[in-house]
């Protein structure tokens, strides 16, 4: 774990306030559930024969490494913000399984999706539900491709709460020109609120409508 973090001096944060509320909850969360539009997505990755499921991992990280609030965690009784955050996601596997997958978050696009499409394919041949111990710069990602859920409930440790977000996405449908996917944030409501949430859904669906500009060049 790269322990590039900032300490977050808690006597003069914004929200000290509403961090010690909400921590001192014995169930912190709170989950946010939505369409977004994955169109561009889609069209762009199948007129290249591309991986779409390397391509939505990226542009979701990166959205969140671009919101402090999803670089935020709780260690001990203090806050740290990490420089960056690197997704795990959950990749399908035999026997109805599914292996966890570790990301190395990269900016660049060309560089990561590449990269992402080997560790997924690894994952599968050599499943793990093994976290390095200690590690606290991930962004736990769930894919749910059977069913596009109106809600979603994760399993998570309270004793204590852990502080790590959730990002889950399931089935996309066609509706005309449209072709919405449903996207669910799970967050600690100590590190950030609906605001965040709703910003990063924002910047979610504006990086997926550019992505015939930012995915240029990948296979």
Known sequence: MSDDVRWIDLETWPRRKHFELFNGFAYPYFNVCADVDV??????????????????????????????EFRCRIRGDGVVEHSVIHPSATIATENDLFSFCL???????????????????????????????????????????WVSFRSVMHPVPLDPPD???????????????????????????????GIHVGRYFEQVQELITSTDQWADGIE
């Open 39 to 68: 169109a561009r997505l889609v069209r762009s990755v199948k007129a290249r024969g591309s991986h779409f499921t390397a391509h939505l991992i990226y542009l979701l990280a990166r959205v969140a490494n671009e919101i402090p």
């Open 103 to 145: 990301f190395d978050y990269c900016e660049d696009p060309t560089v990561f999706v590449p990269a992402a499409i080997e560790a997924i394919a690894e994952a599968r041949r050599n499943p793990s539900v093994e976290d390095v111990v200690g590690r606290d710069d991930y962004l736990f990602m769930a894919i749910f491709p």
């Open 163 to 193: 502080s790590f977000p959730r990002i889950a996405w399931g089935r996309y449908r066609t509706e005309g020109e449209r072709i919405p996917m449903p996207l669910s944030v799970h967050a600690h409501h100590g590190l950030m609120d």
